[in-house]
């Protein structure tokens, strides 16, 4: 497999649920991205992590936790949640964390709270 | 902050007609992405262009960085080339890719 997988696809979670988002690179990236985009707003960012280190969140509520084992995968790991949360979630990658380094997204996960 | 604004909002083209959508940037830039993002939602990167031209089969875009602004040009639209592209830039001593709001094209057959 190639690029940047994400899984799952499509997520519907109850607010009081606990669920996880898996994103994979298969790039020899160091550093990854979680970015929401909820309709009609701008795409924006939540974490970023080089080198499984978190360097950046982007005053993201605490029912949201990211998680980075190493460089490939990077989870995030939901619990209640509120049907504001509802959005398209994008996993990115980069070579370095420096702003010359192009990034490559995932297809995204598609998550729907009830 | 550095903000990203993109125009026109929304184009509908017919099919083999030619376009260009504009993208300007508020403060000097180290990356400028140009991204198509299809209806499932998969974004696909288009251009890696922080100044310059670049040219890919029937788009090319240009940048340039001193009067803050990248042109993205589509020629002879196919009905696929319907989405939404952004653009997305990152200040000269950041990380964070900051994206514009998007211009959704339609490409009627």
């Known amino acids: 497999e190639t690029g940047v997988t994400q899984t799952p696809r499509h997520l519907v979670m109850g607010m009081t649920n606990k669920k996880s988002l898996k994103c994979e690179q298969h790039?020899?990236?160091?550093?990854m991205y979680w970015y929401k985009q909820s309709a009609k707003k701008p795409l924006e960012l939540m974490f970023v992590?080089?080198?499984?280190?978190?360097?950046e969140n982007n005053s993201v509520p605490s029912r949201f936790s990211p998680e980075c084992p190493n460089s490939s995968h990077l989870f995030l790991h939901l619990h209640t949640l509120q049907p504001e949360d509802s959005a398209l979630y994008l996993c990115?990658?980069?070579?370095?964390?420096?702003?010359?380094?192009?990034?490559?997204f995932g297809p995204g996960t598609r998550l729907t709270v009830t | 902050g550095i903000q990203v604004e993109q125009s026109p909002p929304d184009l509908i083209l017919q099919e083999g007609a030619n376009s260009t959508l504009r993208c300007n940037f508020s403060?000097?830039?180290?990356?400028l992405q140009w991204f198509h993002q299809n209806p499932w939602g998969q974004l696909i990167n288009l251009f890696y262009?922080?100044?310059g031209t670049k040219q890919n089969g029937r788009l090319s875009a240009t940048t340039v960085a001193t009067e803050r602004y990248s042109l993205l040009y589509i020629s002879s639209s196919q009905t696929t080339d319907s989405g939404v592209y952004f653009c997305?830039?990152?200040?000269?001593?950041?990380?964070?890719?900051?994206f514009g709001g998007g211009t959704r094209v339609l490409v009627k057959p």
């Open positions: 990115a990658s980069s070579q370095g964390l420096a702003g010359g380094y192009e990034q490559y």
């Open positions: 790039l020899g990236h160091n550093a």
């Open positions: 992590y080089n080198f499984k280190e978190q360097t």
């Open positions: 403060d000097s830039v180290n990356n």
């Open positions: 262009i922080p100044s």
């Open positions: 997305a830039e990152i200040k000269a001593a950041g990380n964070k890719l900051t």
